[in-house]
């Protein structure tokens, strides 16, 4: 088992870490004001879920390989920026619909599941999030207390918790402001196209920077 003092300390560097918005809080909040809530939580999930494959690696070796490739680092994160300025344009071409969607909700169906998938991509193919379990995680382990890839993965899992748990207080007040601008279509095409645009900005920025959460 991990020390309680190592979980602590953890806990506190994941919290300082994951409640600064970064990339993964602007794809969500850009989700919240295109698809609204539900879809904005959604994407908080499929977010949350692909750190437990990238744990799950790191704590295997894989992730440190990864970390030190050039080429596959550069790939993974060329692949993620242009996978969420794909996300923005879409967005941007179908306000209409959302707009739509505020006046009558079954005027346009969503898959839940593919919102899910999309906040899955985005997630895995953020290099830098290898890179940061990479260098954090093993500060965190304790060599004499048991399994060193199980401590891992617990602590992997812990930073999830709270990454869904911060990321949806960010969902939720985008919320609240997409659901006043749902009053007028207009407003909410608006707005539907400024989701898109963050998350255009945000595939950009992932390219400059490479920005962790």
């Not at 996300?87 to 898959?111: C, F, M, W, Y």
Request: glycine share 12%; hydrophobic share 60%; proline share 6%.
């Amino acid at each position: 088992m991990i020390p309680p003092e190592n979980l602590l300390a953890f806990v506190i560097a994941a919290f300082v870490l994951i409640v600064i918005p970064g990339p993964a809080v602007l794809f969500s909040v850009g989700r919240t004001l295109v698809l609204g809530r539900t879809g904005g939580l959604i994407s908080v999930a499929g977010v949350a879920l692909s750190l437990l494959p990238i744990v799950a690696l790191v704590a295997l070796g894989v992730g440190g390989i990864i970390a030190r490739s050039v080429p596959l680092f550069v790939a993974l994160k060329i692949i993620g920026a242009l996978y969420l300025v794909y996300l923005g344009v879409q967005a941007i071409r179908h306000r209409k619909n959302a707009a739509a969607e505020a006046i009558d909700p079954a005027t346009l169906p969503a898959s839940r599941g593919r919102q899910l998938t999309q906040g899955f991509v985005v997630g895995i193919t953020n290099p830098k999030t290898i890179a940061f379990f990479v260098a954090v995680l093993p500060q965190f382990v304790d060599l004499d207390a048991g399994s060193v890839p199980l401590q891992m993965l617990v602590l992997g899992a812990v930073f999830a918790v709270i990454g869904v748990a911060c990321d949806s207080i960010w969902v939720l007040a985008a919320s609240a402001a997409r659901a006043w601008f749902a009053r007028s279509p207009r407003r909410i095409e608006r707005l539907t196209a400024t989701g898109g645009g963050m998350m255009i900005g945000l595939g950009g920025l992932l390219l400059v920077t490479g920005a962790d959460h």
